[in-house]
């Protein structure tokens, strides 16, 4: 009972920290949006495919809750259509997990994650996420616009990434000292 109550615990923390990331994400980078979801710089992405590389059930449960909440404020989108949101966001990072570990040698501990990694796990990220949401966005009717979240999702993916490595290199360091 005691590790359901912990998991739960870190899973609802990773998608507040989602929420707020995206909302921030909404607010600071209003300028770039190029369609209605859909910005030069998503860096919630990132934190999306971190979820999932580190913790992939509790990190795509998060990235579910998180998106339940950000779609339903849209008033544009039944109950059936946010839930089916909210699973497209899940399942980008989820098939990008999947290759890197399955073609691409990822070690599940990312003991292997190199910069080469990076770049190819935010390509991957990104044309999987940007392919789930663009059909998505198709079928209700929305603007297309593949090419700039592609390189929104890919550049958040990146930054976050990046932000990680630098991290775990920290904190190793802190750690042997």
């Not at 209605?36 to 449960?61: E, K």
């Not at 999987?128 to 592609?150: D, N, V, Y």
Request: contains cysteine; charged residues 10%; positive net charge.
């Amino acid at each position: 009972m005691e590790r359901f109550v912990q998991a739960t615990v870190v899973t609802v923390g990773m998608a507040v920290g989602l929420l707020c990331l995206a909302l921030g994400n909404e607010y600071l980078m209003r300028a770039t949006e190029v369609a209605q979801g859909v910005n030069w710089i998503y860096l919630p992405a990132g934190l999306r495919l971190c979820f999932v590389l580190v913790l992939p059930v509790q990190g795509a449960f998060a990235i579910f809750l998180a998106t339940l909440a950000l779609a339903a404020r849209d008033p544009t989108l039944s109950a059936p259509l946010v839930a089916t949101n909210a699973a497209v966001a899940a399942a980008g990072p989820i098939l990008a997990r999947i290759v890197a570990l399955q073609r691409l040698g990822l070690h599940p501990n990312l003991e292997n994650l190199t910069s080469r990694m990076l770049w190819t796990l935010a390509a991957l990220f990104g044309i999987f996420s940007t392919s789930l949401h663009q059909a998505f966005f198709s079928a209700i009717g929305r603007e297309s616009a593949f090419w700039s979240m592609w390189i929104g999702d890919t550049l958040g993916c990146l930054l976050c990434l990046y932000g990680l490595k630098g991290l775990a290199i920290a904190w190793r360091k802190w750690n042997a000292s």
